[in-house]
């Protein structure tokens, strides 16, 4: 019985059953729902900025940057309130 196949919405190619990234253009597989979740692995303080670079796709690091740097031109206090409100309100992996 042959597994079953389905074709990425951007470059059109097959991608194999059960993947959730095209293994051509990386684009995500129609279908994988989206769930915010903190990620305990490879965490670094909660994993809140984990969990946010899988629900949108991006690089963890370039997550982590932007949220210092947000948090640094906020005023520190917004940054950090925001950040302890996402760990206690987002549920872990």
Do not use: N
Not at 24 to 45: N, Q
Not at 46 to 66: H, I, K
């Amino acid at each position: 019985m042959a597994a079953s196949v389905q074709r990425c919405h951007r470059c059109q190619r097959e991608v194999p059953a059960g993947a959730r990234f095209c293994p051509v253009c990386g684009a995500r597989v129609a279908g994988a729902p989206r769930v915010l979740r903190r990620r305990r692995e490879g965490e670094k303080f909660a994993g809140v900025c984990g969990g946010l670079a899988e629900y949108f796709d991006l690089d963890p690091t370039l997550v982590r940057v932007v949220c210092l740097v947000a948090t640094f031109f906020t005023g520190v206090v917004p940054g950090i309130i925001l950040y302890v409100i996402l760990a206690l309100v987002v549920p872990a992996d």
